[in-house]
């Protein structure tokens, strides 16, 4: 019974990002979650119940340089994660995917989540920037809500696809 929600979790992260017909975005496999691990234990967060994940979170902790590579198209996402070495200084965060299921939102248990894994980042290193390149309009509104509230700098990629789901 405890699967039950990561499949509906796969299903709206497939929905929304299309991961699996997009070789460049992150493909969040073993490998990737050692990295991210080793980056920063608070570049993966969630709220579960029993049913398994009912939000999950993943925000990475880099360099502007690397940002600005990504942001201007000259690297993918995966790059984006290969560049971002562990024990560096960071000074920005990529608000990477957020994944909340229908139940959820509009709880503010999402943006909860994002400021705990911010500030919990900030706690260690000198951010002064969030990134995000939003897939949906509630992303647009999320990353806006956590830029006011953290007094981080956003800095936004355009999506010609955005989804108004």
């Not at 039950?4 to 979650?33: C, H, K, W």
């Not at 009912?54 to 940002?67: F, G, R, S, V």
């Not at 960071?90 to 894994?117: F, N, Q």
């Not at 000198?126 to 990353?143: C, H, P, Q, R, Y």
Request: glycine fraction near 4%.
């Amino acid at each position: 019974m405890a699967q039950i929600n990561y499949q509906r979790m796969f299903e709206l992260i497939e929905e929304v990002f299309s991961t699996r017909n997009d070789p460049d975005q992150l493909q969040v496999g073993d490998n990737a979650i050692k990295k991210l691990n080793a980056i920063h234990p608070a570049t993966l967060s969630e709220i579960a119940d029993e049913n398994g994940p009912l939000i999950w979170a993943l925000l990475i902790p880099t360099t502007t340089n690397i940002m600005n590579d990504f942001l201007a198209g000259k690297i993918s996402e995966n790059d984006l994660l290969e560049k971002t070495k562990p024990g560096q200084e960071y000074d920005c965060i990529y608000l990477c995917s957020v994944t909340t299921l229908p139940e959820m939102r509009g709880k503010g248990e999402t943006k909860k989540v994002c400021l705990d894994a911010i500030q919990k980042i900030r706690d260690t290193h000198l951010i002064d920037t969030l990134f995000v390149w939003a897939f949906t309009k509630e992303g647009e509104i999320l990353a806006d809500s956590l830029s006011t509230a953290t007094g981080l700098k956003l800095k936004k990629m355009q999506n010609k696809n955005l989804n108004e789901n």
